[in-house]
């Protein structure tokens, strides 16, 4: 182990980060630097953003899953198996198969439409296009900042939509319990 600290050694890694476009990971300390170890370094970074990403992404499919067949489960009056057949029948669907059936089930606005029609489209780029398209752009350090920074953005666009999402669901979860706790207590 070296007696020097990080902070001795890269006093401002920002700094590091710029200059080289190398991001100094402390696990690396007393490694040698093989072609491999820093491509892993190298590519560390937009691996962990895209599996931030991906993780979102998959939220988003849940809840508005979870949504749809908590609207069945309130079309059927609150009977004890709907909600987790509902869920096993929609678990199977795509994302833009949930939105559709999500405008089946209740009269959106155009504008919440296009809004969740605009997170599918960043969705299928994040799990489609984010590597095969962008291949070329990690042989660079700007490049590799770019597509972390893409990442980074898209990730938060997709979130944005699961939150909204998760806000009708837990709004219609609380309908819900009010309505049938009512009619369980007479």
Known sequence: ?????????FPDKTLLVALTGY???????????????????????IFLELG??????????????SLNAQLMHDDAYGEEETFGSSLDFYSNETLGQSINNLRKRINIS????????????????????SIAKNIQRFACP??????????????????????????LLN??????EDKFQGRHTK
């Not at 931030?52 to 899953?65: G, I, M, P």
């Not at 155009?110 to 296009?129: A, F, M, P, T, W």
């Not at 709004?171 to 819900?176: H, V």
Request: aromatic letters at 8%.
């Open 142 to 167: 700007k490049g590799r900042l770019e597509v972390e920074s893409e990442l980074t953005f898209m990730k938060k666009e997709v979130q944005k939509r699961d939150v909204l999402v998760n806000k």
């Open 110 to 129: 155009s504008d919440l439409s296009d809004y969740l029609e605009s997170g599918l489209k960043i969705r299928n780029e994040i799990v489609h296009d």
């Open 23 to 45: 991001r100094y990971r402390p696990w690396t300390l007393g490694k040698s630097m093989s072609i491999e170890n820093l491509a892993e370094n190298e590519m560390y970074p």
């Open 52 to 65: 931030k990403a991906l993780f979102v992404c998959q939220s988003l499919e849940v809840n508005l899953r």
């Open 1 to 9: 182990m070296s007696p020097y600290s990080q902070r001795d050694i």
């Open 171 to 176: 709004s219609l979860i609380a309908k819900n």
